[in-house]
């Protein structure tokens, strides 16, 4: 592998939330590997995974950074909220889904 290429880019974990909708719990995509379309590329197979386990919303929480990406990619903002970390910041956040009927 080379030296510049690094093994991690990008990561992406789900989770069920219910018979219709999945979570999209993380997703991380490192500062200097952004305008890539590695965030679309995650959304896309998070899309798919989901649509072939029957689900029929993704749903995530944003921070407000990141809702432009989610937007263009076709969730709606569905509400807003501070997210409490385990550190006591409590960063601003969008409540975000995206129908996959």
């Given at each position: 592998?080379?030296?510049d290429v690094p093994r991690i880019a990008a990561l992406m974990r789900q989770s069920a939330t219910g018979p219709a909708r999945v979570r999209v719990r993380a997703m991380f995509v490192?500062?200097?590997?952004?305008?890539?379309g590695l965030g679309?590329?995650?959304l896309a197979r998070c899309e798919r995974a989901a649509r072939a386990e029957g689900f029929r919303s993704l749903v995530l929480m944003a921070t407000l950074p990141g809702v432009p990406?989610?937007?263009?990619?076709?969730?709606r903002e569905v509400g807003r909220t501070?997210?409490?970390?385990?550190d006591g910041v409590e960063p601003a956040g969008a409540s975000m889904a995206y129908p996959l009927d």
């Open positions: 592998m080379r030296a490192r500062d200097d590997w952004t305008g890539r679309r590329a995650i990406l989610y937007q263009s990619y076709g969730f501070l997210m409490p970390l385990p």
